[in-house]
């Protein structure tokens, strides 16, 4: 492949992936919480809750959209960047994509249209269940996801069938061991993402004096559940960190900036990777060319 279509191709797929990951960060967290505020407007009365659903219901289905939109996309963009990995395991990761889709986007494409059109269609209650159903829906969108990407990581439950990956064991691949720290691990980052997001903004309805009551219920509901949930957060990141440097030693090795081996390993403040000498490139050439040669 020419190296200026290769370099093309990673920078569109890198301003896709991190393009879309806002937007299901954000969801997945404030999903819940629009849940959390219909329950407490149907239990209480309290206008305040309804009004904070109505305005924060508005910029989830844009975010919603938007998320929905770049995935579409990026789903294309596994195939074209790495068609060989996406043939060689797509009889896992095919049937895993289509779990997310046969379960998340079925729930929320249902039950989002009532969010919408059905306030004054349908009774208090099921308006209720359709707002948690959306939850759930983005919910399993992350699991399934991260059942995919931790069988990447840590690939189980298969067997080589003329050089495919075909699955023997799919309780094996769907309850892989890494999933249940990486999963729970994304799914509070989600949360607290949508946490700030609400916190910050009722900080800056205070500071601006305007829609007091609103303002306060946001930064007291966000603070709270930021400082519940920042202690569990550390304690899973702690599980991923643990996974990565058991099993993938050369991965934590970059994420700590580290591009020499020592013991015990030094602290590092910053990092700048440089391209390494043309002699040790020069050298590493020939002894792989004359492994090839040998085998």
Known sequence: MDSAALLLSRIQF?????????????????AAWLTVL??????????????????????FGVAFGLGVVSGVVMAFQFG????????VSGPIQGPLLSYETFTAFMLEASFFGVLIFGRKRVPPWFYLFSTAMVSLGTTLSA?????????????????????DYVPNDWMRIIFNSVVWS????????????????VAATGAWYVLCGRYRS?????????????????????????????????????????????WHDEQPASEVLIGIPIRPPRAIVSKSRSRCSGASSAA
């Not at 209480?44 to 910029?59: A, D, M, N």
């Not at 399934?144 to 050089?163: A, D, F, K, L």
């Not at 990486?182 to 997001?197: D, I, Q, S, V, W």
């Open 14 to 30: 890198g301003f896709t992936i991190s393009f879309h990951i806002i937007f299901p960060a954000f969801t997945i967290g404030l």
């Open 38 to 59: 219909e329950a407490l407007h149907l239990r209480t009365g309290r206008p305040v809750y309804q009004s904070l659903f109505e305005f924060w219901l508005k910029i």
């Open 80 to 87: 074209t960047n790495w068609s060989v990995l996406s043939k």
């Open 143 to 163: 699991f399934w996801i991260m059942t995919n990407n931790s069988w990447m990581q840590v690939p189980v439950g298969y067997v080589m069938e003329h050089g």
């Open 182 to 197: 990486r999963f729970p691990h994304m799914l509070l980052a989600a949360y607290l993402t949508g946490a700030f997001c």
């Open 214 to 258: 609103e303002a306060r219920v946001m930064l007291r509901m966000g603070l709270f559940l930021a400082a519940v949930l920042v202690p569990v957060q550390l304690v899973f990141g702690h599980l991923v960190g643990d996974y990565v440097h058991d099993g993938q030693p050369a991965k934590f090795a970059a994420i700590e900036g580290r």
